[in-house]
């Protein structure tokens, strides 16, 4: 299993990114895959889930309304389209997958929200 995520940056608030993860190794449309975020100094976070065929999604509180999951099981990819970015989003964004009753991980994309 190797997931690979891109798309993080430094992005003034009220700004948007989109975060791309891009899956290997398991069969990727069978699975639910969900972003997680470690801010400096705290636990990690769940931030969004989608089912395996993206027919439905779950946030973080934080999170709803402005972020939003997706995924095109075509291209092996999920994404998090970030919008009204806060200061307090700033972290390390993951990907993360559980397969076989084994949490995967990427290597992390770093978002940073600052004027």
């Known amino acids: 299993v190797q997931l690979v995520e891109s798309g993080g940056g430094l992005v003034q608030p009220g700004g948007s990114l989109r975060l791309s993860c891009t899956a290997s190794?398991?069969?990727?449309?069978?699975?639910?895959m969900s972003w997680y975020r470690q801010a400096p100094g705290k636990g990690r976070e769940l931030v969004a889930t989608?089912?395996?065929?993206?027919?439905?999604?779950n946030y973080g509180d934080s999170m709803k309304g402005r972020f939003t999951i997706s995924r095109d099981n075509a291209k092996n990819t999920v994404f998090l389209q970030m919008n009204s970015l806060k200061p307090e989003d700033t972290a390390v964004y993951y990907c993360?997958?559980?397969?076989?009753?084994?949490?995967?991980w990427g290597q992390g994309t770093q978002v940073t929200v600052s004027s």
């Open positions: 993360n997958v559980i397969r076989v009753g084994r949490n995967y």
């Open positions: 190794g398991f069969p990727f449309s069978s699975y639910a």
């Open positions: 989608i089912t395996s065929a993206g027919t439905s999604t």
